[in-house]
């Protein structure tokens, strides 16, 4: 199953922060990157991120699948989600502690699926 981090490559991240701005380098990574059938993975603990909004709205004109990990009540970026977990607190901590133990058991259900 191939997956790229878009976070991953300090390089490109500073690149594309200073020529396009930090607002659009997940944006301008889902325009080069996104093919037919793709997936994007989004996490965000206000669901309002303006990177990953931007991000989302660009899969959504590819006709990606949009998947969400989000908290308090998802954001403006719930909207772009084909499918969301929205942990609904307005704790920071307590939002990202949910986060890692919903990651970590999708892993566990992805890797059974796979090796089964």
């Given at each position: 199953?191939?997956?790229?981090?878009?976070?991953?490559?300090?390089?490109?991240?500073?690149?594309?922060?200073?020529?396009?701005?930090?607002?659009?380098?997940?944006?301008?990574?889902?325009?080069?990157?996104?093919?037919?059938n793709?997936?994007?993975?989004?996490?965000?603990?206000?669901?309002n991120?303006e990177?990953?909004f931007?991000?989302?709205?660009?899969?959504?004109s590819?006709?990606n699948?949009?998947?969400?990990?989000?908290?308090?009540?998802g954001?403006?970026?719930?909207?772009?989600?084909?499918?969301?977990?929205?942990?609904?607190?307005?704790?920071?901590?307590?939002?990202?502690?949910?986060?890692i133990?919903?990651?970590?058991n999708?892993?566990?259900?992805?890797?059974?699926d796979?090796?089964?």
């Amino acid at each position: 199953m191939p997956a790229v981090s878009l976070t991953a490559d300090s390089s490109l991240l500073t690149a594309a922060g200073n020529d396009f701005g930090f607002e659009n380098i997940f944006a301008r990574q889902c325009q080069s990157l996104l093919r037919k059938n793709d997936a994007l993975f989004l996490i965000s603990t206000s669901g309002n991120s303006e990177n990953l909004f931007r991000a989302a709205r660009e899969a959504k004109s590819k006709k990606n699948v949009i998947l969400g990990l989000l908290g308090s009540t998802g954001g403006k970026i719930k909207k772009y989600c084909t499918a969301s977990v929205v942990v609904p607190s307005q704790s920071v901590q307590r939002i990202q502690e949910e986060h890692i133990f919903i990651i970590h058991n999708l892993v566990a259900m992805v890797e059974r699926d796979l090796f089964a």
